[in-house]
């Protein structure tokens, strides 16, 4: 129940922090008048989150385990909370390697210096534990710290509503399972270098 009440809190933590920076709206594609919002075809940004995951993940020196969630979409609702016909297409991968607390500011590091090198525009929080940024095409990226020590990045884009929750079905391995039957995503990996 903690993770899940941790995972809910890093999830609107970054939908405030992407929502006020302007990003999380993708490029590239079809734009949506009424919200403002550039759009993505929806292939695009499956092969984009997937990239932008690899790529921030790939950048931890020295690499650490992960699991992959499905593709996730929520519909966007208008103020009288109608569905507008967009949606939020994310992407989060959950680090499995313990990270101590003395190595999360090297990790959040880390990845600010590959998106800086990518020339992603970094964003300012005041959440010591959360780095977020956005793609010169509008994608957003963020990795974030739990309260409990886990660390998630989510990759993001605005898509026409595909109608599913998970377009692309489940995720392509099973996350490990709590004992309450839901997901695990804490991590419980070693490294000399991280945990």
């Avoid at 026409?160 to 392509?172: Q, T, W, Y």
Wanted: hydrophobic letters at 40%; proline letters at 8%.
């Amino acid at each position: 129940m903690r993770l899940r009440i941790a995972g809910a809190v890093a999830g609107l933590v970054l939908v405030l922090v992407l929502g006020a920076a302007g990003c999380g709206s993708s490029g590239g594609g079809d734009g949506d008048a009424r919200s403002g919002r550039r759009l993505v075809a929806l292939d695009t940004a499956r092969s984009r989150l997937q990239e932008l995951v690899d790529g921030t993940t790939g950048a931890l020196t020295p690499a650490v385990r992960y699991a992959d969630d499905a593709f996730r979409s929520v519909p966007h609702e208008n103020a009288a909370r109608d569905a507008d016909g967009t949606a939020q297409l994310t992407l989060r991968r959950y680090v499995l390697t313990k990270v101590a607390d003395a190595n999360r500011p090297r990790l959040l590091e880390q990845v600010r210096a590959y998106w800086r090198g990518l020339g992603y525009t970094l964003h300012d929080t005041d959440a010591p534990d959360l780095a977020s940024a956005s793609a010169p095409d509008g994608t957003g990226v963020s990795v974030s710290v739990g309260v409990p020590g886990n660390v998630t990045v989510v990759a993001d884009a605005w898509v026409k509503d595909p109608g599913s929750s998970a377009p692309f079905g489940p995720a392509p391995s099973p996350l490990p399972t709590a004992p309450d039957g839901g997901p695990d995503t804490m991590p419980t990996f070693e490294d000399p270098a991280w945990s």
